[in-house]
Structure formats: C-alpha cells, structure tokens
C-alpha cells in the first residue's frame, strides 16, 4: 500500500470516530487535555497499524486503541486516574432541547431537579472501579453493543454483562442511598 493509500484508508476507517475517541479518552483520564493527547497518540498508533485493520468494525477498533492507549498513557504520568463528568453535561443539554422541542414544559424547579439528577449520577458513575466505569461509558453514553465492548475491553461478553449488570446495580444503590 501507498502512503496515499493509507492515509485515505485512515480518513475512512479513523476521522469518522474521534468524537467517540475523545470522549472515551476523557472519561478514562478525566481531563480534557490529557484526552487531547491519548487521541494524538492513538491516531498515530492507528496511523501505523492501519494496513493492519481487517475492516470488521472500525468504530470498536479504534476505541480499542484509545483504550490500550489511555491506559499506558496513566501509567506513566498518573498513580490514580481521575475521571471527566462534562459529556454528561452535554447529554443532559440535548435531552432538556429534545423535550423543550417535543411540547414538553420545562420550569425552572424542574430543570433544577433535572441538572441535581444528573450531576448525582455523573458523581456515581465517577466514583465506580475503572472496569466498571468504562463498561457503562461504552455501553450507555457510546452505546456500543456487548460484542463491541468486549472487543474493545478484551473480555468475553459474558463478563461485559457482568460488569454492567454489577456497576448499573452499584449506581442504583448509590443513588438510593443518596435519596
């Protein structure tokens, strides 16, 4: 393959995804600009291996490589890894547009609640164990499937679902105590 083969195979198979890649990175490192890096250094790990990729699934690919490569990224530069809450953020805005649009009466009292809500689950889904915490990003706000995670995490779909069930569980539980 040519070098212009490979970059238009990049274009393809990589830029359609790097919102996806930056969002998993920042819920992995917990900072916007160590996301910034993870996803330079996964593109040009995905730049090189890019003659490798059997074309399957690109998506689970690279979020493979964002997730091998934000781990070895927190081993060298940090002993905890901190965890970004702001794509719930955004969530929640597009859900409050989404309803606002729909007919749906938004008052102040309510979207109150609504962002106390949110940023009770956001604090709850920081404070899971990484496995779990990635498990329920991917499944949840990347809505992989549970082939894909196991793809990207390197498990078997059976221990996906565990994983899931197991944080969901942990979250309710969480949030109940809370109330």
């Not at 900072?31 to 399957?56: N, W």
Request: hydrophobic share 45%; glycine share 6%.
């Amino acid at each position: 393959m040519t070098s212009d083969d490979d970059k238009a195979r990049f274009a393809h198979v990589v830029l359609p995804y790097l919102a996806d890649a930056y969002a998993l990175a920042r819920w992995i490192t917990g900072d916007r600009a160590d996301a910034e890096d993870v996803v330079q250094e996964a593109c040009l790990r995905a730049f090189r291996a890019i003659g490798t990729f059997g074309g399957s699934n690109a998506r689970a690919w690279i979020l493979t490589i964002v997730r091998n490569a934000a781990y070895t990224w927190l081993s060298k530069r940090r002993t905890t890894p901190l965890v970004a809450v702001g794509d719930l953020d955004d969530l929640d805005r597009a859900q409050l547009a989404d309803s606002s649009e729909g007919g749906g009466t938004q008052n102040p009292e309510t979207e109150l609640i609504a962002k106390a809500d949110a940023a009770q689950l956001r604090a709850a889904i920081a404070a899971l164990p990484p496995p779990f915490r990635e498990t329920v990003v991917l499944r949840d706000l990347q809505e992989l499937d549970y082939r894909e995670i196991a793809e990207v995490t390197g498990v078997p779909v059976g221990t996906v679902m565990s994983r899931l069930a197991r944080a969901r569980r942990r979250l309710i539980e969480t949030i109940g105590a809370q109330r």
